[in-house]
């Protein structure tokens, strides 16, 4: 239910209209950061105080005799009294001829009483501070930000307790104007306990406002008594004794029209301002968080970097391992050939089949075997450097999830258990950053889990297999496209192995012909440069092969973990880009939230309302 509003100058207008735009720019960019609903609703109850009276608050312990206070300072009995708590909800007094009291639907009552004093301002009793009621606690804290003036009572027989303290601690950050009513001295013994008292109360008010408040010690009880005795001097030395008198005469003169018409508008953009700081901090914590995010995301791809030139390197040395098999074939090939292709060996080279035994002998001897062993033991190796390198980047993401600061100040695996959802949303988080943590946390946790599943379900024999398949399959295909199917080392035989095919049937040849025995050098000579090729080229097949597949298998490995990361990478990313631009908001924000205090707080703004 809006009331009646107040009427401003022209200058306060405008100073209204810029409020409110700077309110309704800093909603939207507390939409975008995902704020708490709850201050999203402060934001709104604080600019919406502007088209109501000016509320003067009155908060502090049931017990400390707020509802007497207030009858006192009224001069009638409009508040119930008891020794326990009486004020079950926010209730608003408010200026009416005939006394009236109703519930609104907004769960505050509305009592409306003929006392002067409530012509200009209207009073608004809550609910004690203390615990005792969990619901008047929390009612009392919510109305706060709608405040314009707040006047906090403590009790002078137990002044400052812990709730009060707490209290005023979050009175601070909404930076209101507060004045202290020290209630109930004429339970203390003398001037000297009182002023003790009120030394007291200065001392760590200043403390928890950060400012020195005013500090006005009293007697609600003595200052009804007054008003209800009939003897006239006897009222006077109450009412004296009471000292109300000095507090009524500080509030007459503080909210004066002007005075009002000031604390009106500076009441909600202390909620502006406060939002502001406390959303500037955020961002800078989840900058801080995201920046640790970007360096896990660095540090997950320097591994991959790193294990990537380290395997390389590896392979190379296991690769001239496998050509150096190849270069000792061919050294063999040299000898067989000078041994073989000559005069003295004729008998021999009239004998192609035993020519050809000899050179499978001799030459091929086990180079297909030991070539076939070092491709599996290359697998072998492949396998089990892969397995490690997952097992690492399963050890930093477990280390950085665990360790890892969360937006709600929180972090470790009794944390990380809060993250499991049913898929019907966030449950038991609340406050500011709580759906940014989740989901940050969440992204992390993903490319932890992917790591973990990739780890505990690594089955070392079938990816053996599987490279066995792929590299064996690859090499073999480098002798004719059927030789996969016999295997790696009668593929390399082949390859080679015709080599001593030139020399079947050479000597027949050359008696045959008559050409003479100077074709047996050149035979030889052609013999090894055949060869020559055939070994050269199988070198570089073996190489091009191998090295094509083992890079093949080292991206796919890469890939599974850049897929994993992905989702985690892209939010670093897009709230990278979404704080930053909340920090360049927030901080133009502030600065036109100052320059507006300055205005408001300047003769121009500060023209009386026509009330």
């Known amino acids: 239910m809006v009331v009646s509003p107040s009427v401003f100058s022209e200058q306060q207008r405008e100073a209204l209209v810029a409020e409110r735009q700077l309110a309704q720019a800093l909603a939207a960019c507390l939409q975008g950061f ?48 008891g020794v326990t708590p009486t004020t079950a909800v926010v209730t608003l007094l408010r200026y009416a001829e005939t006394p009236t009291r109703h519930m609104r639907a907004d769960g505050i009552e509305e009592a409306f009483s003929p006392a002067a004093f409530l012509r200009d301002v209207a009073i608004v009793d809550t609910p004690g501070t203390n615990a005792v009621l969990r619901r008047h606690e929390q009612l009392t804290t919510e109305f706060i930000p709608r405040s314009d003036f707040i006047l906090f009572v403590t009790s002078a027989d137990r002044p400052f307790t812990e709730s009060e303290r707490l209290f005023l601690e979050r009175i601070r950050t909404w930076g209101k104007k507060v004045v202290l009513i020290i209630n109930k001295v004429d339970l203390l013994r003398s001037k000297d306990d009182v002023t003790q008292v009120v030394s007291f109360v200065r001392r760590h008010a200043a403390d928890l406002l950060g400012a020195q408040p005013e500090v006005f010690p009293l007697s609600a009880r003595l200052a009804q008594e007054a008003r209800q005795a009939s003897d006239g001097p006897e009222s006077i030395r109450l009412w004296e004794t009471s000292r109300l008198g000095v507090l009524r005469e500080y509030l007459i003169g503080a909210l004066d029209s002007e005075g009002r018409a000031r604390l009106k508008l500076l009441s909600p953009l202390g909620v502006v301002e406060r939002l502001i700081q406390v959303y500037t901090a955020e961002a800078m914590k989840r900058q801080t968080l995201l920046d640790e995010d970007a360096r896990t995301i660095a540090a997950i791809e320097a591994q991959l970097a790193t294990h990537r030139q380290e395997m390389l390197a590896a392979f190379e040395q296991r690769l001239r391992a496998i050509q150096s098999i190849v270069l000792e074939m061919r050294d063999r090939g040299h000898r067989f050939f000078d041994d073989t ?15 050809q035994e000899a050179f499978q002998r001799e030459v091929i001897a086990n180079a297909p075997e030991e070539i076939a062993y070092a491709v599996n033991g290359l697998i072998e190796w492949m ?20 360790s890892s600061p969360s937006a709600l100040g929180q972090a470790g695996e009794a944390h990380d258990t809060s993250l499991v959802s049913d898929g019907s949303g966030v449950r038991g988080m609340d406050g500011i950053g709580a759906t940014f943590d989740f989901t940050r946390r969440r992204a992390l946790q993903r490319v932890a889990i992917a790591a973990d599943r990739t780890l505990r379900t690594y089955d070392r024999e079938a990816e053996a297999r599987r490279l066995a398949e792929s590299l064996q399959g690859a090499v073999a295909q480098t002798a004719g496209a059927g030789v996969a199917a016999i295997g790696v080392g009668m593929g390399i035989a082949l390859i080679v192995g015709t080599a001593a095919a030139d020399l079947t049937g050479i000597t027949a040849a050359i008696v045959l012909l008559g050409v003479g025995l100077g074709i047996l050098p050149l035979r030889r000579r052609r013999a090894k440069r055949q060869f020559d090729t055939r070994t050269h080229e199988l070198e570089e097949r073996l190489a091009t092969t191998l090295r094509d597949q083992f890079t093949h298998e080292l991206d796919a490995d890469a890939q599974r973990l850049t897929g994993a990361l992905a989702p985690y990478m892209q939010f670093v990313r897009l709230e990278q880009e979404r704080v930053a631009k909340t920090r360049a908001t927030l901080e133009r924000l502030g600065h036109e939230a100052e320059a507006l205090r300055q205005r408001i707080q300047s003769d121009e703004a500060s023209v009386a309302p026509h009330c």
């Open 341 to 355: 292709v000559r005069l003295g060996r004729l008998s021999d080279l009239l004998r192609g089949e035993k020519i």
């Open 34 to 81: 995902q704020s708490s609903a709850e201050d999203t609703a402060t934001l709104q109850n604080a600019i919406r105080s502007l088209d109501e009276p000016f509320l003067l608050v009155v908060a502090g312990e049931f017990n400390a005799g707020k509802s007497a206070f207030i009858n006192a300072l009224l001069g009638e009995t409009v508040a119930p009294e």
């Open 383 to 402: 396998v089990e450097q892969e397995q490690r390198h997952w097992q690492r980047i399963n050890e930093y993401l477990t280390r950085r999830r665990l």
